[in-house]
């Protein structure tokens, strides 16, 4: 179980850097504390250990399969719904009232990564439902949570969110699915969907789909996208399933990863009337779709942290009984070959995959911290600052995790070697399964345009200020705590200033021309990622070293060394890359923008 | 076809900037010329698209399974295998007098490379056969010659390379595998290999693996080594094939790609006696192997240029055809959406895909150009330069078409977004298999090793000082060929100057301990690749600078155009990761040097 997420890490996130135990002196969370926090994780550790990890092979090399128009899927999918479902981790942050368990976001997050960990292409289909239901719980109307939430929250129906069509993949502003309004007040749902994750199978009685599409006369654009409710069988007011509504499996994707995980082409309404209930306002299924886009940006973040997790507990493990070769010096064959770990090589990608994954970690934890925050913070102004940081840091978590975590997954596998490159091991899977959190959800190039197209600008410059003001004091309390920190912190304030620096040229010269000022915003995305990656760490090194004062010892002043270690590892190889990106976007590097079609 | 390699392209690298027609100079070649040099890409290119291409997504869905104790591979492995032998291919660059073309190795490197972008699950069997081949002309006595290189040069046999032991991945000094004489001059082989590529198929009527094991009573380490000659069958002295030589296949192993190239663990002499042929003397056998190592390296190297090629023509491909959103600033919604191309940050990618992919076939055509100029160059210092820059420049080769190659073939994938992820298409393919090359004959640390080292010290540095001599020259080149490259000749100046001071202070550190100078030896490895992908890259721009000087028009002058805009994105935004490079290496960076065991 262990090999999965680190539990000593996970509390060590959890109580020490994100003070999480403070959260039951809240009146959401009354009652709550860490017994209880602690035996949510536990279950659901043990879920992943016996339902999700054992079938992670399964997933991959038995994946569903259409027989008869029906998707047939190996059974540790179905076994791993029930077993998720029989948790109520669905409804975790769901109001006590509606059947939820009222809890903090951080510790629902925190359980998720476990499910993640051990098997993505099963995890998927409980956060997709999860996704779908809170999306109703936020936006539709009383009779329609009524309808839809208790099965969908209870695991009885699954969900799903389907925005993307064929011709518009990354563009939502040239969706053409339509609605007809008819007579009752519902609408008739037509057009086609692409990439739909659980868009079809056999684990619940219904699946509910989120789809956006264009009301007759809507105006052009994303500001004419509604959002309803299309459930794959009709549902009567009483919540009694009925016949087909209409939603025909066109065909099912395959991919290179992620496999457990159905990948559909849906049509709606090609033969038959399809019923869509609308959800809000017309017109205004976009912003709706965007609170759950946001959600599920930082869950894919999320996702990508607990694969990069397992791969780099694989490789740990590997490293320390893999016994090959002799350190550079040792002349003598006749001596015994040391354990990998010993190569300094060696040590260096288990540090990378450490950063990255622990660095992961931390960031989607603070996320949900910070939604918390937002949601129960003490006073206006604590939430409205959460709300401004989850703005700035979102675009940040749905990417990094992917592909830093990418990179110490790679540093894995390629601990490894030919056994990491191996189908009878795990890390390829985890290699193959990641690189979609590069694409879904959102491309990098696409948050790359969030973050320095709207986030950094927004509010003149608010939310990107504040994250300044909150990494400078972090850098203050470091150098304060431990003089062996201050070269750190330093070194985070001197990346912070040019950072700053930059982005004042990138926003003037975004306002001359936004193509060209935007040309390298995906350059700036992975310079303002190893800096936010450069404070996590240097808040855990900062906890690491106060224990450490306070006379840690055995295997917890091991633990609290190896935060200390990969904080100077981070600064001392990860970081500097920085001084690459900022060259760049110092000079607003034209190669790019100035390259023509016909050149290449 | 030409989405395999660019023939232009190619070409351009053949005839501009390696000036291949001038080959035909020497005796060696005498007769041949650019119309017989066509000729041979032109089949070769022909054999790919038609035999190869086709059967690319055959070899990763239908791998080579085990059935009843055969390997039973799908129907393109054996049609690839006789169109490739017809060809001649595997006999290329051997004498005519043995049944070979006598060609250039940088003619046949460019032919092979067509196979290894179509197809590499195919394109291993020739290729580790050639090598095979190569290294029994080399050592082998004339009585081996005579027996074993007619069939494997004209494709009735193939051959492996046995090396890798279970318990000696990359340590090569802890094989156990044994030879034990027999009375006839013969070797009894006892022991077990694994990650034998081509270990066991039916392709051919015989398979020559060639052996590395120790003699009883051998010294311990690298220096009790030797080489044999271990056919599955045996072979009688007039080269009839009799019964089994007790070369057993233990199992076959599954990759994450490769999946056309069986991969065996293989028992020699376990249920009865394998007979092996000692080639050469005793206790030299890693010598010879090297000779045959450091070929396979540069041909890993090349197919790594192959397969990214390959991902960076379908992704330009893609993004002509694929219309998609709107750049930034353009507001109405009613305007049709663009090609991908347009918007900054996919050329951003394609551009990342072209420098790796040309780049990279840039550096292996110049090494197999640097093979010959050390056999067939007009002096004898011509010769020895020759081969010391094919010293320096084999880790390089190895590793970095490898490394920098796969954030190619990532780029290429993100381009094309879900459908890059998606079987249905080919990429994704292309980066499971290219991901394999930074593991097989010999890992990025085990090249890093070799080059900071071996090679950087070696003869006084002799190698590395003539590598920067060439690269200094070059940069004059450029700038006096074209002051618009005068700044790019200046900042490669700067490199070479930075990377010259790196390599004192690590030679200095590791004289004092060596373990402590090589812990960084990956980094150096990166920082020297990217100099010398920037050397390959400026001395295209030049030539494509002077082209247009002399008046190229319409498509020959984006060509070059295109070189020169990929020249500036190189040293606009690769480049400059030498300054982080740089940063580490400085400071010779401990963090990973001074990590623990107990730690992680």
Redesign the interface.
Known sequence: MSLQIDRRDLAFLLYEVLDVATLPERPRFAGQGREVYDAVLDTLEGVAAEHYAPFRKANDQQEPALVDGRVITNPGLQQGWDAVAETGIIAATHDEARGGMQLPHVIASAAIAFLEAANIGSASYPMLTAGAANLIAAFGSEAQRQRWLPRMLAGTWSGTMAL?EP?????L??LRTSARPLPDGTYAIEGTK??ISGGDHQLTGNIVHLVLARIAGAP???KGISLFIVPRNTVAEDGTVGGSNHVTLAGL?????WRGTT?TLLNFGERGTCVGHLVGEPHKGLAYMFHMMNEARIGVGRAGAAMSYAAFRYA?EYA?TR???????EKD??RP?V?I???????????TA?CAAEGSLALVLECARLVDEQETGATEAARQEAGLLLEVLTPIAKTWPAVYGQEGI?SA??VM??Y?????YDV?QL??DN??N???EG???IQ??DLL?RKVPQAHGAAFALLGTRIAAAAREAAAADPALAPLAQQLGAALERMGAVTTRLLAAMAQ????G??????YLECASRVVYAWLWLRQATVASRALAAGATGREA??Y??KL?AA??YF??EL?????DA??LE?N????????????
């Not at 016994?323 to 010096?329: A, E, I, L, S």
């Not at 590097?589 to 290449?600: K, L, N, R, T």
């Open positions: 993307t011709d518009a993949g990354s563009s502003a040239d692409i990439w052009e654009g994303t994707i395959h991919k290179m990863g990948s740990v320390r016994r090959q070769g002799r350190v550079p010096g064959p006749t070959p354990a770990v010993e190569h300094a090589d060696i040590r260096r990608l288990l540090l450490k790679s596998l390629q070697g030919g990491g490159y191996a189908r009878e390829e290699y193959r690189r979609l590069q694409i879904h491309t990098n190039g790359a345009l197209g021309e936004p193509a060209r935007l040309a390298n915003a995906t350059v091991d633990f060394r190896g270690q100077r590892f001392g190889q500097p890359r920085t001084l690459a060259d760049v000079r590097d034209a190669s790019a923008f100035e390259m023509q079609d016909a050149w290449f």
